[in-house]
């Protein structure tokens, strides 16, 4: 089932893992953020290299002074927390699906054998009553004989 969306070339290269960023463009990168930037605000932004901290943990997210921003803070978390959850559902979804198609197979196997069953039963019954038709009905004395052999 899965096979469909496998490639049709088995040899796949991975590109090499690429170096990580250097202190400068680390610098470089916070200094030409956006001041809105949630992830790189800091209390105070000098362009002088006296300041010696980009993220001082205790000044980034001043809350006390900005209701708002705690608010958007607790969305943003519960935001990822959701992708989260999804993250893990996604991932655990073809073998909760793998799972629930083998359910569904052998309840089908099981519908069909129920309606086989019933289709036999019907047969049966019908033709029961057919030959029950055709019959002659008996008269009181035979069926009086027949009540005195089986005592």
Do not use: W
């Not at 893992?17 to 916070?30: A, H, L, N, S, W």
């Amino acid at each position: 089932m899965l096979g469909f969306f496998k490639s049709k070339s088995k040899s796949i290269t991975i590109p090499d893992r690429p170096c990580p960023p250097t202190f400068e463009q680390i610098k470089e990168d916070v200094e030409v953020t956006d001041e809105n930037d949630i992830i790189f605000r800091t209390r105070s932004r000098s362009d002088s290299d006296s300041s010696g901290e980009y993220f001082d943990a205790l000044s980034e997210l001043d809350t006390s002074e900005d209701e708002d921003m705690e608010a958007e803070q607790d969305h943003v978390y519960d935001q990822a927390v959701e992708l989260l959850q999804m993250h893990h559902r996604l991932v655990s979804a073809p073998h909760t699906l793998e799972t629930e198609l083998e359910r569904l197979k052998t309840v089908g196997q099981e519908v069909s054998e129920a309606v086989d069953d019933l289709r036999q039963i019907s047969r049966h019954v019908s033709h029961h009553s057919e030959s029950k038709e055709k019959s002659p009905p008996t008269t009181g004395t035979s069926q009086q004989k027949r009540t005195k052999v089986k005592h």
